[in-house]
Structure formats: C-alpha cells, structure tokens
C-alpha cells in the first residue's frame, strides 16, 4: 500500500480522472421497470465533486462497457466532456483520450470496480479502487476508497485530488465566505 505522501505525489499531477460507471458513479445496481426500462442512481456529492474538478481544469472522462442514455444526461449536465459507452474493451477509448489531450500516463487517475478496468488501471498514474470493488482490482489499485461506489467514493477522489494540487481551500472557500 501507498502512504499518504506517495499518494499526494501522484495525484498532484493529474490531469484527467477517468471513471467507470456501475459500481463506481452508480452503486453497481441495475434497476429495470416492468416495460424494460433501465435506471440508475446517481449520488449528487460525487456530481459536485466532478463539477468542481472541471473548474480547476481536472478533466472527467467516462469509459463504460454498458450504454445508457441516462448515463449520457447525467454526464452532459456535470460537464463531462469526454464519454466513451459501449466500450468492451476499455484501452481503446483510453488511447483516444490518451492522444487527443495529449497527456502522459502518469497525469491520468481511474476509478474502476471490477477486472474490465484493470487493463486500463495497469497503464495509468493513480489507479482507484471502490471500497466495493473487486478483491483482484483493490490489490493493484494505489488508492481504495472509504466510501463504496455510487455513495460518495468519487467525491473522496475529487477532494483528494483538489487537496493534492493545492485547490481544495479554494473551491471550498466560495461556500463558506
């Protein structure tokens, strides 16, 4: 396991935090309506979060294996630029995000739950881990969260990452002022 100094140093250069989406911005559940229809449950500290990494020009991304349209609205609503659905294999949409931002794999955090995230989590600066993740992906993650995906483990990363890069006082601040 990381220390918390190893950890701060890695998340202080990051510059794209990719998330998966059930079991990681979702509680991993999938809620279908007698007539087909799907849902999910998004938590609003983790959209918060995500909204105040885009200010501080910490790009969110969303690579996904499922495709849904209400993952897509509730993505646009919090900015989220950058989302990749129906993505089996999750490298290749990795590599896109990876050559159109320019970055290097060390400015890159992703949030994953279960083995279809780990090719990705192998390649990049600071792999996370849900609380409720896979045993096999919380061993190769630097971080795993207190909180369990879909009830505010995101938001524990963006804090994180906004404490890391000296930016948490000031998005904070604006609330208690």
């Known amino acids: 396991m990381f220390t918390q100094k190893e950890i701060y140093i890695k998340a202080k250069q990051i510059k794209l935090i990719i ?22 449950r998004f938590n609003s500290l983790d959209g918060h979060g995500i909204k105040m990494l885009t200010e501080f020009n910490i790009e969110p991304a969303i690579i996904s294996a499922r495709s849904s349209k209400s993952v897509e609205h509730r993505m646009l609503k919090l900015g989220v630029k950058h989302i990749y659905q129906d993505q089996n ?81 000031k998005a904070i601040n604006r609330y208690l002022d």
Do not use: W
Request: glycine letters at 8%; a negative charge.
């Open 19 to 40: 998330f998966d989406v059930d079991g990681v911005l979702t509680d991993g559940g999938i809620y279908i309506s007698d007539d087909g229809s799907e849902f999910k």
């Open 89 to 169: 294999n999750k490298l290749v949409a990795y590599n896109k995000l990876l050559k159109n931002l320019s970055l290097k794999p060390e400015q890159i955090a992703y949030m994953g739950d279960d083995v279809i995230d780990l090719p990705v989590m192998s390649k990049i600066g600071l792999p996370v881990a849900v609380s409720n993740a896979h045993e096999l992906v919380k061993e190769r993650a630097c971080i795993v969260t207190s909180n369990a995906g879909g009830n505010g483990a995101v938001r524990e990363v963006c804090d994180l990452l906004l404490k890391s890069q000296n930016l948490y006082d």
